[in-house]
Each structure stands twice: as C-alpha cells, then as structure tokens.
C-alpha cells in the first residue's frame, strides 16, 4: 500500500518551455503532497506544500509564478515548470501524505529527472 | 536559517560490520527526526524515525537522539552490500504545518 507515482520519469525540453509533471498518489488519498527538488550532491529542498482544493504554500525563494502546483483532487497534484532555464534542471520528487502532512506518513514518489537544454 | 548538517562521506565499511552515521541540527525546538534512505537516482525511502531522547531499535537499525547535544545517529549492525546507498537525515521542526530540513546525506558502502 501507501504507492506515489510520478509522470513522467524523465524530461528534456528546450530552454523557455513549460514542463508539467504529474504526482499521484495510487491507493489513498492524500489530503497533503509536497513538492520537492534535489540537485546533484545537494540535499533535498522543500519547494512547496500542497494542500487539495487551496492554494499551495511556497518556501521562501521559492518562485509561486514559475512553478505552479495544483492540488485539484485528492489523489492528483501537479508541478509546472513554466518558461524553463538550464539552471531548473534537477529531481523533482513528491511526497503524499495519509494524515495531514505528518513525516512519518510521507510517501515519496520515483522522481522525475527534468534537464532544460 | 535552519540546517542539517552530515558528513558526506563516503563512509565505507566491510560487510558484517557496525556503520555510524551521524547528524546535528541547529533548530532547537526541533521535535521529529527521521532517517531515510536512497539508492542513487531514486526517491526516498523512511527507514527510522525518533521523538524521544534515547536509542530506537527496528531489526538491525538503531536510532540515537540527543537534542540537549543536538545529535542524531543511525546505527546499521551487520552491515549488507545491499546497505550501499546515501542516508539522509530530516528534521521536523514541529507545528501545524509539517515542513522537513533534509541534509546532504552521508554515501555509505558497504564492501563484501
């Protein structure tokens, strides 16, 4: 139980295009997701928290217009990567949550590997 | 600024043997810590958590919490090749609005 999938898995795209990525949670559903992004050798980052039918909650220097989260149901968020540059380039992986956003009910998606040409 | 702080490693250790992995934090009224591993490429996996001062023990993992000196471990006995991925160390500062501070992680092998 308690499976996250990411869509899709890998994603090259030029500079200046818009990338959605699909985060799903399979078998619960999930009031609370989280978005995340790891560079390489980096730890992971906290982008966003996303609570279904409400405007997600960015992390300090975290741009809201560049990446846009929607949370429309409760197994379905979605980051898109608008007007992307070489320097968005990362892993990108959610997380979704059974109870409210608590850690230890966190579910950590695949990951999608983004590369901005 | 709230940090994890890890040492990156690698840490390399033979099979059979005791791996240490260590972490601090800087946010005092922190108030949840957990241990996750992840193989190279892929997502997180939890592995410990702890809230309370002392050792934890699940099978062949140990987490030790210290918050008066700040300091989290995970211990790993008999380690396994199997072992071989970057651990990372999350804290969760507590509050209505769950945030986790990740660190670096420590790259841990384990030599057969």
């Known amino acids: 139980g308690a499976v996250v999938s990411q869509h899709p898995s890998r994603v090259i795209c030029k500079s200046g295009t818009s990338v959605k990525i699909e985060c799903r949670s399979l078998d619960f559903q999930a009031t609370t997701m989280f978005w995340y992004r790891q560079f390489p050798k980096k730890s992971l980052m906290l982008m966003a928290t996303s609570n279904e039918g409400s405007k997600a909650t960015y992390e300090q220097g975290v741009e809201k217009d560049k990446f846009l989260i929607n949370h429309a149901s409760l197994t379905l968020s979605t980051l898109t990567v608008t007007s992307a540059h070489p320097e968005d380039s990362s892993f990108y992986i959610c997380s979704a949550s059974t109870s409210g956003g608590r850690p230890d009910t966190q579910y950590f998606g695949p990951g999608t590997r983004l590369t901005v040409l | 600024q709230k940090e994890v702080e890890q040492n990156s490693g690698p840490l390399s250790v033979p099979e059979g043997a005791i791996a240490s992995l260590n972490c601090t934090y800087s946010?005092?009224?922190?108030?949840?810590f957990f241990w996750y591993r992840q193989y190279s490429g892929k997502s997180p996996e939890l592995i410990m958590s702890?809230?309370?001062?002392g050792d934890k023990e699940d099978g062949r993992f140990t987490a030790q919490l210290n918050k008066a000196s700040q300091y989290v471990s995970l211990l790993i006995r008999d380690s396994q090749p199997s072992d071989s991925a970057t651990y990372l160390c999350a804290v969760d500062s507590g509050g209505s609005n769950y945030k986790l501070t990740f660190g670096k992680g420590t790259l841990l092998t384990v030599n057969p």
């Open positions: 946010d005092r009224g922190s108030q949840s």
């Open positions: 702890i809230y309370s001062n």
